[in-house]
Each structure stands twice: as C-alpha cells, then as structure tokens.
C-alpha cells in the first residue's frame, strides 16, 4: 500500500511539473515506447520469461497511462486534430509529420481528435487486460506471443492516428499478419490453419479495391494527404467509384452480411487473447473507416448508398440475432452476436443525425468492451473443462459464484441493460432510427429482443439447473482472473452511469462532421 501510495504521488509530481514539456509529443512517444518495447523483447534470452512477462505488462499499462493523459489534457472546444509535434517539418503543422517519402507527395502524418482518441484509449485499455488474461494460460513460445501482441497494438495506434490514405492503408493490412500468426500458431483446435488462411484472404481481398482507390486518388489529386482531401471535392461519378472500393474493405471488416463468413470461424479457432483482440479492437477499423473516410470524402456516394446499408444492415442484425439462438458453441454465439451488434451501430453511422452517430461511436466502445468481458469468460471456462459445447455445462452457479456474477454482469450490458454501457448507445440509434423510418426502427427493436432471447437462454443453461457430471469440481475464478475483468466491469458500469466525458470529446467532432458532410453533399 505505501509503494502504491508513493508511486501516486510521484507520478502526479512529474505530470504537475513537467507534462507540458512532452504534450506535443504525446503520439509519438507512445508509438516510440511500443517499439522500444517491442525491441526490448526481441533482445531478452527466452530462459528469462518472466522478464519478458514484466516488459510487456509494462509497455503496455505506460502507453495507457499517456493516453489518459491525451485524454485528461484533451481540448474540448477545438475542433480537428490535435497535438502538433515537429520532427523535420520546417512549417508549423497541426499534426505530426514525422516522415515522408522524397519521391512523392506521401507523408507519415498522425494527429488525434475526439473520435480517435477514444479508440486509442479502448486499445490501449485492452492490450494490459490481454497480457494478465495470458500471463498463465500461454504455455508455447509465450515470448513470440507477446512481441506479436505489441505488433498489433503498435499497428492499431498507428491506424487510429495517421492521416495519410496511403500509410493508413499499410498498418490497416499490416494487422493481417500478426494476426493470421496468432489464429494459425496459437489458435486451439485443428481448423485454426484453415481459418486464419479464411481470415486473411476475405481481408486481404477487400483491400486490394481499397488499394486501387487510393492509386487512384493519388494520381488525380496527386496527394494522399487526409486534411487536403477533405477540401477536395471529386465528381458524383468518381464519388460512386471511389465510394465501392472503400466501402468492400470496411463492410469486410464490420463484418456484414454476406461477406461475415471469416468471422465466426475466426473466433471459434483463434485463442482467447485474439478473440479480445478481433472483437474488441479490429471489427471497429471497418466503421473507423467509414467514419473517418466514407461519410467526409464522399459525402454524395454515402447519400446515394445509404438505403443499401440500411439494407443489409437490417437484414444482418436479424439475420445474426436469429443465428446465434440456434449455436451450440460458445464462441460463436458471442461471435455472431458481435455482427449482430456491429451492424445494429451502422444504422446509427448512417443516419446523418448528432444522435445517430453518438450512438454508433459509444456502441463501438461499448461492444468493445461487452464482447472482450464475454471472450475472456468463455476462455477461463475453456481452460478448466476444455470444451465450449453448451451441452456439457450446467449448474454453474454452485461451482463458480463469482464468474456467475461476472458473466451476469457481461451478459445484461450485451442485451443493452439500463446503466450498462450498451443502453444509451442503443437508445440514441433507436432515436436515429425513428427520424429515418419506422420499419428500420421496428427491425432494429426486433433485434434487441432476440439479443436479449439469447443471452438469457444462454445464461440460464450455464449457470441453472443440475450440476453437470462433466463439471463436478469446484474451480472458481482465481484471483489474476477476477483482476482481468474487473476493469471491464468498471468500465461498463462508468459509460453506463456517466457517459459525458465520453459525449463531450465527440460532441464538436461530430457536429463538425456533420456540418462538413451536409455541406459537402449539397455542393
């Protein structure tokens, strides 16, 4: 407790006295420290794993502690993007140019604002979660593990910041990798080959119609500069064009109906931490995208397309909400429960309303969080009694008290619980909905109540009933465990209670948005 106390008390010396020095810079230190991190594993010997353990761990909760303070310092009544840092610029920029390529006019540029703070906060939240949910559980070459864990998140925080199509697109299909060795090495079943070849091929194509977009855009604006693009304003048939090729890529990632195939496969074969990962973290790059380049880019294409969305998203929330009732594995059900709730947030995304997209963001970081407390359940009851066929479970209640409580709490915030984090994202959709159509908004209700149909069955054949022969022991959660989703918990109950912090850094962002979007479509 005293080392707890003094270490509280230093931290907030150095954050009082000599924060304003590194604000600037905050992006590029934290990418700094993930690589450094990332080197440092490379170098330690493997007979020193506990070493390499504490390395990530620590990587890991730094850069989250300097996105909270991203957060904390963050100014709510500027609009764009934030934190100029100057590297080799020679002018002043408001973002960070760090690196560019001398034969083009391609720059390495991040920069931060409301939307794409709180996904960098969401990954770098989650990637301390999934090192103390593996500290234990990875048995086989757990320093390659952990390097690739880093991978990913460096990839991820690149993603959410840098503001060049080109380099965007190299770390969105730079993720493909690590993740393909994460599914296919470390997956738990003998399909895991097959479905990380079926992951990386779905991807991989829907990107390749990105790719040509991008070269396209290049050679006829002669920039992939996002902030000089949002000033350019292509023709309604190159709009169309351009629109499709992102458009494959992100519905891929979202995923939507039909093109949704690679993820249930995915999750059934990939380990727990992947599950965290692909759920919490990579889904949301397909709506990132569609927010950060679909609605602002081509703002007549997304008017034109958006009754097709509507569409398939309506189609795919029923669709996956009745698919998940009939599932006999664990892993899928959440799996398809994921579509389901990532397609119910692109109803939102496309509403061209303030409450519309609220409602779509907060959906995102709130499933972000549901689904990795889900997986990471499933996952310890994986590991005690390996097998995720609901069949073989039953009474839980009278084994594991305190994962039936949890595992209660996650399954309440799924349905959209009142004071779970779910609910007001769900509401401000459901009020989006109504100022569309009502048929949009009656599919989208129909929804909710299969949602709630199968989570609740799901509970009740775990958790009820007669203890099964097949689970006699009593094996409750250990304490590591209890640590990995407590901060879960706590976070879905705090957006659930008090949602303003997270409303009042989206709510210029949005409104300027909206405002760019409508303008532009008008134009």
Known sequence: MNYLI????????VIENYFYLTIEILIPIIISI??????????VPYRYLKLIKQIALLTTISVFFLSIILWLNFELLRVGFHYNAYFFAIEPLRVTNIFALPFSNIYYKVGVDGIS??????????FPICIVASWNSTKYRAKEFLILLLVIELLLINVFTVLDLFFFYIFFEGILIPMFLLIGIWGSRYRKVHAAYQFFIYTL??????LLAILFIYLNVGTTDLLVLYEFKFSKYRELILWMGFFVSFAIKVPMIPVHIWLPEAHVEAPTVGSVILAGLLLKLGTYGILRFLLPLFPYATKFFTPLIYTLASIAVIYASATTLRQTDLKKIIAYSSVAHMNFALIGLFSNTYQGLQGSILMMLSH???????????GMLYDRYKTRIIKYYGGLTQLMPVYAILFLIFTLANI???GTSSFLAEFLIMVSAVKISLFITFLASLSLMLSAAYAIWLYNRLFFGSISEYVIHYCDLTRQEVYSLLPLVIGIFWMGFYPKPFLDVLDGQISFLLLEYNLNSKS
């Open 6 to 13: 003094l270490t509280f008390w230093l931290y907030k010396y």
């Open 34 to 43: 993930l690589l450094i991190g990332i080197i440092s594993l490379m170098l």
């Open 117 to 126: 703070l709180l996904f960098i906060v969401l990954t770098t939240f989650l």
């Open 205 to 210: 194509f829907g990107s390749v119609l990105m």
């Open 368 to 378: 972000g969080l549901v689904s990795s407390g889900l997986f990471l359940c499933v």
């Open 416 to 418: 959209g619980f009142p």
